[in-house]
């Protein structure tokens, strides 16, 4: 506009600033104008009844999102304060007419896209940018602390008009932003420009226009071209769909990562309570008061003389700055230093909640509803399920129910697993999954049910994986079983679509898990993936799954195991208790499995306990388990025994040994009297050189016994040493001292 032509009101603003919401008010009230006109899309107007709506409790959120891949979205969050919100409720009350005047979401998101692909394109040069803007952060809070000294605290309307124009122009000036940012910054001026213009042609006066955005924006829109039709159409656009959302004030806080959040969401509503009553001067009162209390809360000792010296404090620090009233840098010093003793981390929870806080907003469900919102609603309904405020267990017997009439009432609780296992997958805190206190029940899950604003929230979000439940599932685990890279990953890919009850991507999984298993993997990814199929190979049937295709890839991935098994148990000490776990992992799925050919299993545990070049630990578990099995004999054991505990090998290799030989069924040890003759015999064959550390690794193989064992124990040896049982019953059950430790800790196994 040329000076002197009549123009549209300009109010710029802080996009969560409390005195921008009460000045939009009382600029409204004043001069009733015909028109508000606010930034944000302009397709947020159909939005604008449900925004209205008396059920609706900020914060909340607009968020517009693509409705085809690649997936992306918008978000525009309102707290109770922000002056985009007040502006529309005003507005409504005086009944002006309100539109948004910003480019319209399917625009937005499109830029979007461009905006990403313009810095895969500058990668290099945007991490230097980024470090560039890291080595600026400190004067972010500086910003935030200025709007508040000069904005917040401004004493009328026009000073803050005038106040909030001057920033604008000085923020642009000193702020240009990048390359592309600039360009998106001109395009939605331009947009915003035709829209006033439009207002205009319309026959509504300039100056009964009232133009509400952020006040960077505020200097471009007084003149400059318009966006045409020709260039609005060669803008990037794509689908895009609506929905109203809660937020929280965690979300809103700009350290949660929110470009145009502000550090305590909390604190400026306290502020907007007292702009809105007419009482700013009682505001830094009200937030120290609401800081003792949170401290008192949590245990904390706050006396209402220290919230007094707190608020004197503020006042002093303001005055000196030449300040109206602290400001809340300057409210955290006083706190800090009267209520918290000098001390920040006396108070710091109790300033998180004074400033963040943990409020959450409510969108009634006669808002607009997303299609997964709509999808879950139908679920809950059929599965009659709910979902309350209040936490509640849930109980679910995945069985067949025989005495129910129907089919879908049979397996009730079937079906409402795979729906919670679905949102657990999600990642939608709707329910908790809690675990069976009866061990391996695979029939039975516990969970607990409750509905909280956040699981709302991320509800809503999931819209952007699909419209329904089951398609964002299977959206999600499509794209993550693409970027696994590793079995054990793929593994709980395969697990979760089995419990999500969805055989396609079940087959997915085991084709890419058969896939993967061809390459070189350690005997600890192959045990727990076993593990995992061969849980699900047992439960197959009461999920109601054919899980046939998981039998060829476990007998592939057991005969790996079978093949890799002795050249795995070259190894230290500390790899062999990793590899113990792995092995008698593998000799219990084999135990349970009887179809599953484990005869190289066999003969592979046979190489390793007749080995003297592996691991001792390892080769006396596989003499443990092959004497379980009944392929190892008394004859066989004591030959053993008498080979490994002898003069001829290292005292404390026949210690570890031993302590392998100890980590299975120590009653089937404890009833064999030649176990212990040849451990009497080896104990007085040690050299005294080696007397001390061999003892340690004995203690160590005992420290698996019980009490009652170790008396066993203690009672054959006394009876083979002629000592009395109680006098080698303490010398079992005592703690390794320092000395021992120590002696555990220097020893080489790297020697052998």
């Known amino acids: 506009m040329k000076s002197g032509e009549r123009a549209p009101v300009f109010v710029g ?79 409504r009350e005086l009944g002006i007419p309100v539109a948004f005047c910003d480019l319209p979401s399917p625009y937005m998101l499109g830029l979007q896209g461009a905006e990403e692909q313009y810095w895969e394109r500058q990668r290099r040069k945007a991490e230097e940018k980024k470090k560039e803007k890291e080595d600026r952060a400190p004067g972010i809070d500086d910003m935030e602390g200025f709007w508040e000294r000069y904005l917040e605290q401004s004493p009328a309307l026009e000073a803050y008009l005038e106040r909030s124009r001057i920033f604008g122009e000085e923020a642009r000036a000193t702020m240009p932003g990048e390359r592309f940012e600039q360009a998106h910054n001109a395009v939605r001026e331009a947009y915003m420009r035709r829209v006033i213009a439009e207002q205009v042609a319309s026959g509504i006066p300039p100056e009964r226009i009232v133009v509400l955005t952020g006040a960077f924006h505020t200097p471009a829109l007084a003149s400059g071209e318009l966006l045409g039709d020709a260039a609005l159409q060669k803008l990037p656009q794509c689908g895009a769909q609506l929905t109203l959302m809660p937020y929280s004030y965690q979300r809103l806080a700009s350290r949660s990562g929110y470009a145009a959040g502000n550090q305590a969401p909390a604190y400026y509503e306290l502020l907007w309570q007292a702009l809105a009553a007419g009482t700013p001067e009682r505001h830094a009162a009200r937030y120290l008061s609401a800081l003792a209390v949170h401290i008192r809360e949590r245990g904390g000792m706050v006396s209402s003389a220290e919230v007094l010296e707190a608020n004197l404090l503020a006042e002093s620090l303001a005055r000196l700055r030449e300040g109206a009233r602290p400001t809340h840098a300057e409210l955290k010093d006083a706190a800090v230093t009267c209520m918290g003793h000098g001390n920040f981390g006396e108070i710091a929870e109790g300033l998180a909640l004074a400033d963040i806080g943990t409020k959450m907003g409510h969108v009634p469900r006669s808002g607009l509803l997303t299609s997964i919102q709509q999808d879950f609603a139908a679920q809950c309904a059929e599965l009659k399920l709910k979902f309350a405020p209040v936490a509640e267990r849930l109980r679910l017997d995945l069985r067949e129910n025989r005495r129910a009439r129907t089919e879908k009432t049979a397996f009730l609780d079937l079906r409402r697993s795979f729906f919670l296992q679905r949102l657990r997958a999600l990642g939608i805190s709707f329910a908790s999954f809690r675990e069976s206190r009866q061990q391996d029940a695979g029939w039975e899950e ?54 999500c009850g969805m055989p396609e991507l079940l087959e997915a999984a085991v084709s890419r898990l058969d896939s993967a298993s061809i390459e070189q993997i350690s005997i600890a990814e192959i045990a727990e993936t076993a593990k995992t199929l061969a849980r699900l190979l047992q439960y197959g049937d009461v999920r109601r799954s054919d899980v046939s295709v998981l039998r060829p890839i476990l007998e592939r991935i057991l005969l790996r195991a079978s093949l890799t098994l002795v050249d795995s148990c070259f190894c230290d000490d500390e790899a062999a208790g990793g590899m113990a776990k792995s092995i008698e992992t593998l000799q219990a799925i084999f135990a349970v499995e009887a179809d599953m050919p484990g005869d190289k299993w066999q003969r592979a545990l046979r190489e390793l306990s007749q080995r003297d070049d592996l691991s001792a630990k390892l080769s006396g578990l596989a003499t443990a388990i092959r004497l379980d099995s009944g392929d190892l004999g008394e004859e066989e054991l004591s030959r053993e025994i008498s080979r490994r505990m002898s003069v001829g090998f290292r005292a404390e290799l026949g210690a570890l040994w031993f302590e392998g030989l100890s980590m299975r069924n120590h009653y089937a040890l404890l009833v064999r009297r030649v176990v212990w003759e040849s451990l009497s015999r080896y104990i007085d064959a040690i050299p005294e050189d080696c007397w001390q550390r061999a003892m340690v690794f004995l203690r160590r193989a005992f420290a698996s016994y019980n009490a009652g064992e170790k008396d066993m124990v203690a009672e054959n040896l006394a009876e083979i040493w002629g000592l009395e049982k109680r006098q080698v ?24």
């Not at 019953?729 to 120590?742: P, T, V, W």
Request: charged share 25%; no cysteine.
């Open 13 to 91: 603003i802080r996009h969560h600033s409390p005195v921008g919401a009460h000045y939009i008010r009382e600029l409204l009230r004043e001069r009733k104008p015909e028109r508000l006109l606010i930034e944000g899309p302009a397709d947020f107007g159909r939005l604008i009844d449900m925004i209205a709506d008396p059920g609706l409790r900020p914060p909340f959120a607009v968020m517009a999102y693509t409705t085809e891949a690649p997936v992306r979205s918008v978000l525009y969050p309102f707290a109770v304060y922000s002056p985009e919100y007040q502006a529309l409720l005003a507005a």
């Open 446 to 499: 516990n969970w607990v049910l409750s509905r909280t604003p956040e699981s709302e929230i991320q509800l809503a979000e999931t819209v952007l994986k699909g419209d329904t439940i089951a398609h964002a599932v299977s959206f999600d685990l499509q794209e993550k079983l693409a970027a696994a890279e590793d079995t054990a990953a793929i593994t709980a890919l395969l697990e979760t679509a089995f419990l």
């Open 729 to 752: 019953s303490e010398a079992l059950n005592a703690e390794l001292g320092k000395e021992e430790s120590q002696a555990l800790e220097s020893f080489d196994f790297d020697d052998f």
